[in-house]
């Protein structure tokens, strides 16, 4: 099974995808996907998927899990990505954390932060934890796990090799863990070290290769790492990139605002982010509204006070939520207005 969340960011609802491509409502049948609903999947069997909702409109996906708690890396995983790298193949895994807050929707922009000049990429095969896990052995390792996902873990190399400590800062910045389109269930996998990967920037195949080639893999990494710490239901284990990253290339080259990645792995779906730079409050604000609006004709912002999940006029107007002055935010065009009192002060301001 297919499972899956989608909605306005911090407001994403349960869904799963059938055999036609269609999204079906999740939401009468589990309150998330993640959590206990992860720990014990039996539920899915009494899951009639014909007699699921269709979710009509087009919708923006979210990261496939909620509520993870741990989202733990493994770096150097591939012989020849570390040989790109200038670097040995570990003798043990190597481990660090890249924040939850990272975590976006498998379409969500990747924002190039504030002081950045190497934003690089890295499609890598994501395990989501079904079971609780304390050592376990290989031999075990796969039943605690619920399934797979697509992740991008987007670095960015200076804040990560030039700054020193630990590669954690350079990880974790928003919007650099893009997950998902889906959480595929581990029955529909049938070995996940036969996975074809890939990843294009702006049509030009950068990383073309397979989960084969990992040093340490699935069963090794979950097993290993329940030695140090319990893996709790929807945490999420990024297994390493194969080679293809931009750091490697001579000369090394890194995302710019205009850029387009591609990326997916054989059976887990794709993703495609546009890539944009770090923007101030009120630039933000407007270009999610007008993402908001092109993604059906309504107001998607949360906690929109102006039109809470109603239908929205087309152009001029596109709607968005503000805190500046108390107000809603609207877009006009190129200008950025203030809602006061029903009425709309337009400003000089051109925002794209």
């Given at each position: ?24 409502d ?8 993640g ?55 570990p ?32 499609v ?24 797979y ?13 030039k ?111 546009s890539?944009?730079a770090?923007?101030?409050r ?13 993604a ?29 002055g ?20 337009p ?6």
């Amino acid at each position: 099974m297919k499972l899956l969340r989608y909605g306005a960011a911090g407001s994403e609802k349960p869904g799963l995808l059938d055999d036609n491509g269609h999204i079906r409502d999740l939401g009468g049948v589990v309150d998330d996907i993640g959590g206990q609903w992860l720990a014990d999947l039996a539920w899915m069997r009494d899951v009639d998927i014909a007699g699921l909702p269709v979710v009509e409109e087009p919708q923006r996906l979210g990261p496939c899990v909620a509520g993870t708690g741990k989202f733990i890396c493994i770096g150097l995983n591939f012989a020849d990505h570390a040989a790109e790298a200038g670097l040995e193949v570990p003798p043990e895994p190597v481990i660090f954390m890249k924040a939850t807050s990272a975590m976006s929707g498998p379409n969500d922009d990747i924002v190039i932060p504030k002081g950045s000049s190497a934003t690089d990429w890295e499609v890598e095969l994501g395990v989501v934890i079904g079971k609780h896990a304390k050592h376990v052995s290989q031999d075990e390792a796969l039943d605690h796990v619920a399934g797979y996902c697509v992740v991008n873990d987007v670095s960015e190399r200076d804040f990560q090799n030039k700054r020193s400590g630990q590669w954690t800062k350079g990880k974790s910045c928003d919007s650099f863990g893009p997950t998902g389109p889906w959480l595929v269930t581990r029955d529909e996998i049938a070995d996940p070290q036969q996975l074809a990967m890939w990843l294009s920037v702006n049509g030009e195949t950068m990383q073309n290769g397979s989960s084969a080639t990992m040093v340490y893999g699935v069963a090794h990494l979950v097993s290993y790492l329940s030695q140090f710490m319990t893996l709790h239901p929807g945490d999420i284990v990024s297994t390493g990139t194969p080679p293809g990253v931009g750091q490697g290339l001579k000369p090394p080259r890194y995302l710019k605002p205009g850029d387009m990645v591609e990326l997916g792995i054989e059976g887990l779906g794709s993703q495609r982010q546009s890539v944009r730079a770090h923007a101030s409050r009120a630039t933000s604000v407007a270009l999610r509204a007008r993402r908001c609006w092109r993604a059906g004709g309504r107001c998607l912002a949360t906690g929109c006070r102006a039109f809470p999940g109603k239908a929205v006029a087309g152009p001029p107007f596109r709607h968005a939520l503000s805190r500046q002055g108390g107000a809603d935010l609207h877009v006009r065009d190129k200008q950025i207005g203030f809602t006061r009192r029903g009425g709309v002060r337009p400003t000089r301001r051109t925002i794209w």
